[in-house]
């Protein structure tokens, strides 16, 4: 799987909004033609095409600019539940939500002889979190007013089922990882079989206080589900928060705390910050939830833990393999949440 499948580049520090790079006609010509028939905007012929990165290959994220507006395109080679995607950003707009909608969803790009998911949304005029109080209390604000609507999705029953799949997959996972811990042989891991057996004590300790069924923990409902800088965007007008990348949102039936661990993890603690400024942050976002945050630490962990299982179940059931520097980030993460237990 190429580096821009992984959120943005820089990860918890996506960095300026800058559409610049010039692509390949190739590329252009398929991504305009996937789209061509969906934006229904007087045709897209002529329209300027920019990448986020530079690249030959059409998996990234793009700026469509044309006359009657601007777009922001995504393409993957993960197809996932697009429409499913569609309708819970459709139904949180009407809810009031701050999001950015899926205008279109799931077209298909052929490329090589491989098929690839293209999307698009309106461009947000904005930028990523600045580190502030003021963006940390927009976000957790428009956070508490997303887990509110989503309480009353009307399509919860095939996100429980996607989720409950999913999970139940993960539990099956995790005991293939004890049992290769057991042998002392960790080629279920085939590429990263190293990276494995040197953190054999963590994936020990991850197969005992792991839960992939996110589901059995008290007020489960449908969330975000990945609360990262790279998923919030910040209103140049106002300063408002927008959420947005729902793809995880329809494999996922757990408690609004699954996001809120996101929130204070990726936003709070990633500066590795003083107990006082920590403690001043969980205020604003407290303040700015309107009301009181749960201990979060098993949370965060359990997200560490999840994701790193999630990561070899994309392995072993689509051959994509992440790069190890994606494996060593949720270590950190997991080992960080146990220096925080004051949230």
Request: proline share 5%.
């Given at each position: 799987?190429?580096?821009?499948?992984?959120?943005w580049?820089?990860?918890?520090?996506?960095?300026?909004?800058?559409?610049?790079?010039?692509?390949a006609?190739?590329?252009?010509?398929?991504?305009?033609?996937a789209?061509?028939?969906?934006l229904?905007?007087?045709?897209?012929?002529?329209?300027?095409?920019?990448?986020?990165?530079?690249?030959?290959?059409?998996?990234?994220?793009?700026?469509?600019?044309?006359?009657?507006?601007?777009w922001f395109v995504?393409?993957?080679?993960?197809?996932?539940?697009?429409?499913?995607?569609?309708?819970?950003?459709?139904?949180?707009?009407?809810?009031?939500?701050?999001?950015?909608?899926?205008?279109?969803?799931?077209?298909?790009?052929?490329?090589?002889?491989?098929?690839?998911?293209?999307?698009?949304?309106?461009?947000?005029?904005?930028?990523?979190?600045?580190?502030?109080?003021?963006?940390?209390?927009?976000?957790?604000?428009?956070?508490?007013?997303?887990?509110?609507?989503?309480?009353?999705?009307?399509?919860?029953?095939?996100?429980?089922?996607?989720?409950?799949?999913?999970?139940?997959?993960?539990?099956?996972i995790?005991e293939?990882?004890r049992?290769?811990?057991?042998?002392?042989?960790?080629?279920?891991?085939?590429?990263?079989?190293?990276?494995?057996s040197?953190?054999r004590?963590?994936?020990?300790?991850?197969?005992?206080?792991?839960?992939?069924?996110?589901?059995q923990?008290?007020?489960?409902?449908?969330?975000?589900g990945?609360?990262?800088?790279?998923?919030?965007?910040?209103?140049?007008?106002?300063?408002?928060?927008?959420?947005?990348?729902?793809?995880?949102?329809?494999h996922?039936?757990?408690?609004?705390?699954?996001?809120?661990?996101?929130?204070?993890?990726?936003?709070?603690?990633?500066?590795?910050?003083?107990?006082?400024?920590?403690?001043?942050?969980?205020?604003?976002?407290?303040?700015a939830?309107?009301?009181?945050?749960?201990?979060?630490?098993d949370?965060?962990?359990?997200?560490?833990w999840?994701?790193?299982?999630?990561?070899?179940?994309?392995q072993?059931?689509e051959?994509?393999?992440?790069?190890?520097?994606e494996?060593?980030?949720?270590?950190e993460?997991?080992?960080?949440?146990?220096?925080?237990?004051?949230?």
């Amino acid at each position: 799987m190429r580096a821009e499948e992984f959120a943005w580049p820089e990860g918890d520090r996506p960095g300026e909004l800058k559409f610049w790079h010039e692509v390949a006609v190739e590329v252009r010509e398929a991504i305009t033609q996937a789209l061509d028939s969906s934006l229904a905007l007087g045709g897209i012929h002529g329209a300027r095409l920019y990448g986020l990165n530079s690249s030959d290959e059409p998996v990234g994220r793009y700026q469509l600019i044309m006359p009657e507006g601007s777009w922001f395109v995504r393409v993957s080679s993960r197809f996932g539940h697009p429409k499913l995607e569609q309708a819970i950003t459709r139904y949180l707009v009407d809810y009031g939500v701050n999001v950015n909608p899926l205008i279109v969803a799931g077209k298909t790009l052929e490329w090589k002889g491989r098929p690839f998911r293209v999307d698009a949304r309106p461009m947000v005029d904005g930028r990523h979190f600045n580190g502030s109080s003021d963006d940390l209390g927009n976000l957790a604000s428009a956070l508490a007013t997303c887990h509110q609507a989503l309480k009353g999705f009307p399509m919860v029953s095939e996100i429980r089922g996607i989720a409950s799949a999913r999970y139940k997959r993960l539990e099956r996972i995790k005991e293939r990882i004890r049992d290769a811990i057991g042998d002392g042989s960790f080629e279920l891991f085939a590429e990263r079989a190293d990276w494995a057996s040197e953190h054999r004590d963590w994936l020990a300790e991850m197969t005992e206080c792991f839960t992939p069924d996110l589901a059995q923990y008290s007020g489960a409902q449908c969330v975000h589900g990945e609360v990262h800088p790279g998923n919030v965007l910040f209103r140049a007008d106002d300063g408002a928060a927008v959420l947005v990348d729902f793809e995880e949102s329809i494999h996922l039936f757990a408690p609004p705390a699954w996001d809120l661990a996101f929130l204070v993890q990726r936003f709070c603690l990633s500066d590795y910050p003083t107990k006082k400024t920590v403690d001043h942050r969980i205020t604003v976002i407290t303040e700015a939830y309107r009301s009181p945050l749960p201990s979060l630490v098993d949370m965060m962990r359990q997200a560490a833990w999840f994701t790193v299982v999630t990561q070899l179940d994309l392995q072993l059931s689509e051959g994509v393999v992440s790069p190890v520097s994606e494996y060593d980030k949720f270590v950190e993460l997991e080992r960080q949440a146990r220096c925080y237990p004051i949230v």
